[in-house]
């Protein structure tokens, strides 16, 4: 069994910031991947950012320039520092892993619960 736990999620007005946490515990002996994906209501699932063991980034365009993901390789966990939110970044937020899971070393992609970020204007 592999959990990922969210937390960090919140009410913020238009321009400010939030930080997102999301540590991974459970039968595990890597983590590839570690990522942030949201979901607006009526809207599909989107990638926001995703940072990989190598230490290599990738972040949606709309995120550009404004969230920041990192990773705390000793915790496992990962942070999305999200500053000039807007309207539309109100989400719920899901941490995504791809981790090699015990007993039997096969990879698993395992996501969080979610945190609901909303942005008011």
């Known amino acids: 069994q592999v959990q990922l736990v969210e937390s960090g999620g919140g009410l913020v007005q238009a321009g400010g910031s939030l930080r997102l946490s999301c540590a991974a515990s459970?039968?595990?002996?890597?983590?590839?991947?570690m990522g942030w994906y949201r979901q607006a209501p009526g809207k599909q699932r989107e990638l926001v950012a995703a940072t990989r063991s190598v230490g290599s980034t990738n972040y949606a365009d709309s995120v550009k320039g404004r969230f920041t993901i990192s990773r705390d390789i000793a915790k496992n966990t990962v942070y999305l520092q999200m500053n000039s939110l807007k309207p539309e970044d109100t989400a719920v937020y899901y941490c995504?892993?791809?981790?090699?899971?015990?007993?039997?070393?096969?990879?698993?992609?395992?996501w969080g619960q979610g945190t609901l970020v909303t942005v008011s204007s």
């Open positions: 995504n892993a791809g981790v090699v899971a015990l007993p039997d070393y096969r990879d698993l992609e395992v």
């Open positions: 459970g039968r595990f002996v890597g983590i590839n991947t």
